[in-house]
């Protein structure tokens, strides 16, 4: 039950909930002057009439209109950082009791001149690549840069806090001076001019206007409008109640539904503050009316609201920056993330209904099975597959017999489905959700949740449609998503007024333009930190490109963990932490990627272990992501706490032990990539099937990871069954770990036989590597290990495509430099090949080893498994589900 020992913090009202939300996310000055508040929302509207533009309409009218001009990156980028800036020193106050309901003028001449800084790259954009970019810029542009600088960390100090600003300030100031006493010999430098620093961070495409804010600008603001949209619609509310209607029954219903809820508010809102208030509003006091503490009852929102970012397929911004930095498709990083994203919440739901038996917590309402449950959601899941693959058949065949209707026919369809799922909902009420404080709660049912919100998945159903189906560009996907959703926005009320039998359509009408524009203009509030964070991390971005800390950190990182890749890891993941004291998660991933992400790669290699740079990515996000809930800075902490009284602290520590899961899966799979489905082929039956025997598996080692850490899985666990349950869940997902003890994993062939080998294998056998050589920046010998994978061309091809160029020296086959732009010059690029005294040689030839399946290790994890539910069945009370 409720601890009523633990201290308990004010909590908050309505009014000033959003104010915290805003505060955070949106600015929380509110200008009284009618004027003035009146161009902060016209700024905010013109914001988002442009980024829908330069997704697409530009393109379709610039076929007609031979006087348009299509908007290059060069242009885009500084108008889309140009309006966040201004934006951001109008809604965000200087300091916390600066004036909220006036703008002062201070704050009107610094959104002049940050506006001003960042449209000057955007009007003077030719004239900057002529001379700046090319080494030459004026003093004009010089003090322009300069003062762009200073009021874009003044900006990111106000929206996001002093941290980016401090490690952006830190960085600039490394690159200046290069030495000191508080630089390390490791990574010093001669340093950089004043002017070569202006020039590279505000004038060229490199840093402030660099890959971070062009993924801002191209990707991230329409994922964050179409949010903003959805939830303008209802759509946020229509989630909610259907988590309360299939889950509020079960044990813990509320913080299950909670989970789930969160989950899926997650695709609207890309912030987990924003999703603590909106579902802990809700949720939060059920939970504690069920007998969850204060406490536990904001960490469990917390942890669900926080992982809303890690689920696909609307990711937080940090996964298009992943698409860009890995260089690989959004639906492979979708592929990627899934089955580690899917078990994390199945693992969170299994973890509050273990609080709940622990507790013995009641049902509210008639109790059941959690099992049924979970059944009834895969059956689901199977029969919305079977009808999204129909639809797939159907507009393959559409398009082989009739290619030109195909488009008309579909959007006919589309439209129709729209139409009927509106006379459905109208034939009901519109949902509201009841007071959690309400003396009695009366639960909603699913057969009356669903059918009132249909038309919400239509515009998810085209998002995933055109991701997954079509291999659009995120972009594109998101613009027909948004396009879908105004639609809705526009057409929702009146449509459903005239089928009720109403006669105000007009007034419905422009109620539906109403919450249109204020939609709009939420999304682009929403949008300012966002663009401010990944403009200011775009310093640090330029500052690791164009300094030795990018090359020489690993050297620093190898010697901190004494070359153990385990050690590193923990130490790659306590600096993300660290960080995330003060940073959000999108400039967290981009600080942590640009500074480690090769490192895992590179050190890996160097222990034998082929790690994938999108493991590495994945790695670094993960614990970004805890940002929101590291105390004692965890900002949905607070937000929890505020909502449901309890101390923040607390909040805090609870939130992160309900988050061991998120922290234990990164290190599985670096070890283990077969979680992230990494090297499976969906296309194939037998990739399929490999694909659902990893999820089973990883699932029930991931509830076997929560029963253990929790200390109770069918009745409260004994310190060694804790420590069993974790060995079997550790076999489960990694047991390569047990096998390569047993049998090496590869065989060791002569490496003088490396070319013929080559030549006479198999199509996509594979060849493990190791180089030998002197450092490039060290000239220290150095090893690496590299993956090669034959491919399907004429044997005598087979080396020259490889990029590889081999010198005989006897029986040792040494290495010249790779050939400029094939995949091993990039791999080998931190080998010195000019080195007057060493040579880069192949020292090691491995190919994989015959050797008993993997699989054989479950035999003996299942049956530790079953001697613990053994010996707790005879302690067992109550049903384990």
């Known amino acids: 039950m409720t601890d009523q020992n633990a201290p308990q913090g004010r909590q908050f009202t309505e009014d000033e909930l959003q104010d915290l939300v805003a505060s955070t996310d949106s600015g929380a000055r509110a200008p009284t002057s009618r004027p003035v508040a009146l161009l902060i929302a016209g700024i905010a509207l013109f914001w988002s009439l442009f980024q829908i533009w330069i997704a697409e309409p530009q393109f379709w009218f610039a076929q007609s209109l031979d006087f348009l001009k299509i908007l290059g990156s060069a242009e885009t980028r500084p108008m889309h950082l140009a309006l966040a800036l201004f934006l951001a020193f109008l809604a965000y106050p200087a300091y916390r009791n600066a004036p909220r309901r006036h703008v002062p003028l201070y704050d009107w001449a610094l959104a002049l001149a940050a506006g001003g800084c960042a449209l000057y790259v955007f009007w003077f954009a030719r004239e900057i690549s002529a001379s700046a970019r090319e ?17 874009l960390l003044e900006a990111s100090r106000r929206a996001l806090g002093p941290a980016l600003t401090v490690v952006a300030s830190i960085f600039l100031a ?121 406490e536990k009852a904001g960490a469990v929102e917390v942890a669900s609201s926080v992982n809303g970012q890690i689920m696909p397929p609307v990711m937080g911004a940090a996964a298009f920056l992943m698409v860009e930095f890995v260089g690989i498709s959004y639906v492979e990083v979708i592929k990627h993330a899934l089955i580690p994203a899917v078990i994390s919440y199945i693992a969170l739901i299994y973890i509050v209904h273990l609080e709940a038996l622990k507790n013995d917590m009641p049902a509210l309402g008639e109790s059941k099975s959690l099992l049924q449950m979970f059944l009834k959601v895969a059956i689901g899941f ?14 393959g065949a559409l398009r082989a017999a009739a290619p030109g209707l195909a488009g008309p026919v579909v959007a006919a369809v589309l439209a129709a489905l729209y139409l009927g799922a509106l006379a ?30 249909l038309h919400f998945l239509l515009p998810i159903v085209v998002l995933v449609w055109f991701l997954m189906v079509e291999r659009q560009s995120p972009a594109k996907s998101a613009f027909y998503a948004v396009a879908m959703m105004l639609a809705i926005i526009l057409t929702q009320r009146p449509i ?10 007009a007034a419905e009408f422009r109620a539906g333009v109403g919450d249109l524009i204020d939609g709009l203009i939420a999304g682009a509030r929403n949008m300012i930190g966002i663009a401010v964070a990944t403009g200011a991390a775009g310093i640090i971005v330029a500052t690791v490109t164009r300094t030795p800390i990018g090359t020489e950190l690993a050297g620093l990182v190898e010697q901190l963990s004494m070359g153990n890749l385990f050690l590193m890891l923990l130490l790659v993941g306590l600096f993300s932490l660290i960080l995330g004291l003060g ?136 310190l060694y069954e804790s420590v069993l349950l974790l060995l079997v869940a550790f076999t489960l997902f990694v047991p390569n770990f047990w096998l390569n003890r047993i049998q090496p994993a590869h065989e060791d062939l002569p490496p003088a036989a490396f070319e013929q080998e080559l030549a006479e294998a198999e199509p996509g056998a594979e060849f493990r590597l190791r180089v030998a050589g002197p450092d490039f920046n060290t000239g220290n010998q150095t090893e690496t290990s590299l993956q090669l ?7 005598p091809q087979r080396l020259a495509e490889t990029g590889l160029m081999i010198m005989r020296d006897g029986d040792r086959l040494l290495l010249d430099e790779p050939r400029f732009g094939s995949p091993m010059q990039q791999a080998l690029r931190g080998f010195d090949f000019y080195h007057p005294e060493r040579k880069v040689e192949l020292v090691a030839l491995r190919i994989p080893a015959e050797r008993m399946p993997k699989e054989v290790f479950y035999i003996p994890a299942l049956l530790v498994l079953a001697l613990v539910v053994a010996l707790q069945r005879r302690r067992q009370t109550k049903p384990a589900f």
Request: charged fraction near 10%; glycine fraction near 12%.
């Open 789 to 795: 994978i034959v491919a399907d061309t004429p044997a």
């Open 174 to 294: 490394y690159s200046y001076f290069g030495q000191g006493w508080l630089i390390p010999e490791l990574i010093e430098h001669e340093g950089r001019s004043f002017t070569a620093i202006v020039n590279a961070q505000w004038l060229s495409t490199e840093g402030v206007f660099g890959i971070p804010l062009g993924v801002s600008t191209a990707f991230v603001f329409l994922f964050v409008l179409f949010g903003a949209l959805l939830d303008k619609a209802g759509a946020g509310n229509y989630f909610i109640q259907m988590a309360f209607a299939g889950l509020g029954h079960l044990r813990g219903g509320p913080a299950k539904a909670a989970v789930v809820g969160s989950g899926a508010t997650g695709l609207i809102s890309g912030s987990s503050i924003a999703n603590v208030v909106t579902t802990g509003t809700f949720t939060i006091p059920l939970m504690k009316r069920v007998g969850f503490s204060a």
């Open 382 to 395: 199977v029969a919305a597959g079977a009808v999204f693959y129909g639809a797939i058949w159907a507009v």
């Open 583 to 718: 940073l959000p998660t999108t400039a967290n991933y981009i600080v942590v990627s640009s500074l480690m992400a090769s490192v895992v790669v590179s050190l890996g290699a160097q222990e034998g272990l082929i790690v994938p740079l999108i493991a590495a990515h994945l790695f670094v996000f993960y614990f970004g992501i805890m940002a929101d809930v590291t105390p004692p800075v965890g900002l949905a902490s607070f937000a929890a706490a505020a909502v449901s009284g309890g101390d923040p602290i607390r909040t805090g520590f609870t939130a992160f032990f309900y988050s061991m899961r998120t922290v234990a899966l990164p290190f599985l799979f670096i070890y283990n990539p077969a979680l992230i489905l990494y090297g499976v082929d969906l296309g194939t039956a037998a990739g399929m099937a490999q694909a659902a025997l990893v999820f089973v598996t990883a699932t029930v080692a991931m509830l076997l990871f929560a029963a253990a850490t929790q200390g109770y899985f069918l009745a409260r666990s004994r």
């Open 424 to 453: 459905i909902a109208a034939r009901r009420p519109d949902l509201e959700l009841d007071d959690p404080n309400a003396r009695q709660i009366h639960l909603p049912k699913m057969q009356d949740v669903v059918p009132a919100g």
């Open 496 to 505: 459903k007024a005239l089928l009720r039998g109403r006669r105000d359509l």
């Open 135 to 151: 080494g030459l810029p004026t003093q004009t542009q010089i003090v322009v840069g300069s003062i762009g600088i200073l009021v």
